[in-house]
């Protein structure tokens, strides 16, 4: 599949890696919010890490990255940002590092058949998808020999109650693509995790409660990926539906700290053995990166998507020498480092209106 | 290094040389570019097979896998010239990454294919399989909320 002029083979060739859900403390660690199609802001994230140079390509030597989820909805450059990811992931592993990608309650929508936040530029870029996935096949089936595929658009009505005509086709190209089982799926959303745990660092789009622990954060990532696959049925598994979802969760990452339930947040994390913080995308944080319950839930979804905020891109970094930094491209935070300002003591950050006081140490 | 590896490396590669490319051919394709390329050759391992053998060239090896019945159908017709072009072209690749190097005969394969609708037809026997009914399932979707908003009744001029 040729997007961009990225070439990556087909999803046969290469099985679905087993699913991980713990991973050792790295030396280095970034953090990574939501995206939501904006694939230029996607990449002044990863340089403003240091994780790409001027060509795009991993410079990050061993660093683990995590990306929070939600690179679909809200842009027209979704496929573009899934195909780049997986070329950095591949490239990551060259290098010992790695890029560790999440579902966020966007991509569980969209699998689910919610495109309520569709643009339309990105039923156009699906659109041209299902043009040349249908060449593609086409040309594969005058190959003799090479099993003939299957039609992703199999099952899918000609039209939909609710939606004009005109939009019919691209609106059955993105449900052939992302259903459960459908190519992209298959191929890219179903190698996402859902819960992750990095040493001592949760990861989830919204929010953990105890009953999503006790139920078990591998069983939780085990069922969603069975599901993308398509054994489940066109609904998600119930702990990813509903306001206490653990992709919609807001309890813990509400702008305003003081909302947050720090000792629900507590209990949670007491029952994760080895952790100490609870990293979250999902709500958008207007003054950036920050943390609340006394830095036990950290916040990076910066909405830095044209289609969000258009914020300034952020990322966390989580360095074994340097502890918890937060790395900016904000201008107001000097520092020596001419490529990414760094906002020290993220626990002096105080998510209030109006200035925040910032302690940088130079 | 596997074939599913080398189209992997190939990643990297192609981007980073269709970036010092004139911009008109990617920026055409803006959107996802074609199904075709690597992937594809990935996958007629057959006709590779067909031509592998040692004691031949490089050069000698891929005619060879050229001349395999898997791929006669699709070196015929219109885009013909350009997929037995791009094909050779990985075939003989020795690029790090293979292929790496065939931007431009892919890119002439998918311009003579989007100039060319029908430059790789339906099988004909997959055709008749087609054209059994499927079932349509009970699907439920959301459409996108500005769906509405495109619809909204123009208000009428007053006289």
Known sequence: FSVSGLFLPQQQQIPQQPVQTHYPSPNRLVAIGDLHGDLEKSKQAFRLAGLIDGSDRWCGGSTTVVQIGDVLDRGGEELKILYFLEKLKREAVKSGGQLITLNGNHEIMNIEGDFRYVTKKALEEFDVWAYWYDIGNKMKSLCHGLEIPKNPFHGIPPSFHRVPEEFSHSIRARIAALRPDGPISRRFLANNLTVLVVGDSVFVHGGLLEKHVDYGLQRINDEVRDWINGSMGQRAPEYCRGRNAVVWLRKFSDEFAKNCDCSLLEHVLATIPGAKRMIMGHTIQEIGINGACDNRAIRIDVGMSKGCINGLPEVLEIDRNSGLRVLTSNPMYQNKNQYAQTKEGLGLLIPERGPKQVEVKA | ?159
Request: charged fraction near 25%; aromatic fraction near 8%.
């Open chain 2, 1 to 159: 290094m596997g074939q599913a590896q080398s189209a992997v490396a190939a990643a990297a590669a192609i981007n980073d040389q269709a970036r010092t490319q004139p911009s008109s051919s990617f920026a055409s394709m803006d959107s996802i570019i074609a199904v075709c390329n690597i992937i594809i050759f990935c996958l007629f391992t057959e006709a590779a097979a067909y031509g592998s053998d040692e004691n031949l060239s490089l050069d000698a090896q891929a005619q060879k896998a050229l001349d395999c019945p898997c791929v006669a159908e699709l070196r015929n017709g219109a885009c013909g010239t350009q997929f037995t072009e791009a094909f050779l072209c990985f075939l003989k690749s020795t690029a790090e990454e293979k292929g790496s190097d065939c931007v431009h005969p892919f890119v002439a394969l998918q311009t003579c294919i989007k100039g060319n609708p029908d430059a790789f037809p339906k099988n004909i026997i997959e055709d008749k399989e087609v054209k059994k009914e499927e079932p349509i399932q009970e699907y439920k979707i959301y459409p996108p909320i500005w769906f509405k908003e495109s619809r909204k009744p123009k208000p009428k001029p007053k006289l």
